[in-house]
């Protein structure tokens, strides 16, 4: 089954600790790409990768960090976390994103909700 | 600075009538305009989505009306069905660049 599968659904954790969100996709699509949801501002990306080993910033991207060392994994890294960084993350795949013949369409994982006390 | 506004928060309907959702944009150069439809506990799935030189997309219940010149776009859902109570995400893109996603509505479905 194709899919996008994020680890894990649910955390709770302190202000500090530092933590890993993983996320692999199963259909050998190039572009994968971070989201977090808040209420009233909708989905905004983190960051993105085109490919292997190339990744850039999306809309907000402070306070993350991310790596592209195989196709399928894109791990969403938060170093120091902290309360504002409470939310509900998605991670997303795409075949095509950003190139000819791109219709948008995106592929979510179900979603990681991650609180920081 | 939003460039994809979703101004309704919420709406309800009743089972039967039709659904109206409805979404706006500031970008004259994206390209191709979708709404994904997310349960609670769950991703954002696609849903339709139609490309900027057509005016209407229809896919069974679903239909998306895209005016340009009031840079805005509609999902139409008839009959609504209590299983289409969900948050609808409207989105759209510029070529070769990423998805803008609006704030979302709450679609709540009454039998």
């Known amino acids: 089954e194709a899919q996008v599968t994020q680890n894990p659904r649910y955390l709770i954790t302190v202000t500090g600790k530092k933590l890993t969100v993983t996320c692999s996709q199963n259909m050998n699509h190039e572009y994968m790409s971070w989201y977090r949801q808040d209420p009233g501002l909708g989905l905004r990306q983190i960051y993105y990768?085109?490919?292997?080993?190339?990744?850039d910033k999306g809309d907000v991207p402070e306070g993350y960090k991310v790596s592209r060392k195989e196709k399928r994994n894109f791990p969403l890294i938060l170093e120091s976390p902290s309360p504002n960084q409470t939310s509900l993350y998605f991670c997303?795949?795409?075949?095509?994103?950003?190139?000819?013949?791109?219709?948008?369409?995106?592929?979510f994982g179900e979603g990681s909700r991650l609180t920081v006390l | 600075d939003q460039q994809v506004k979703q101004n309704s928060p919420s709406l309800s309907v009743q089972e039967g009538r039709i659904s109206i959702l409805n979404c706006d944009y500031t970008?004259?150069?994206?390209?191709?305009f979708l709404w994904y439809k997310k349960y609670p506990a769950e991703g954002p799935t696609f849903l339709i989505s139609?490309?900027?030189?057509?005016d209407k997309n229809e896919d069974g219940r679903f239909t998306v009306f895209l005016n340009k010149s009031a840079k805005h776009l509609s999902l139409h859902i008839v009959p609504s069905q209590p299983g289409d109570s969900a948050v609808y995400f409207c989105?759209?893109?510029?070529?070769?660049?990423?998805?803008?996603f609006g704030a979302g509505t709450i679609l709540r479905v009454k039998s």
């Open positions: 970008n004259s150069m994206f390209d191709y």
């Open positions: 990768s085109m490919n292997v080993e190339v990744t």
């Open positions: 989105a759209a893109k510029e070529y070769g660049n990423k998805l803008v």
């Open positions: 997303a795949s795409s075949l095509r994103q950003g190139r000819m013949g791109d219709t948008g369409e995106l592929f």
């Open positions: 139609i490309s900027s030189i057509k």
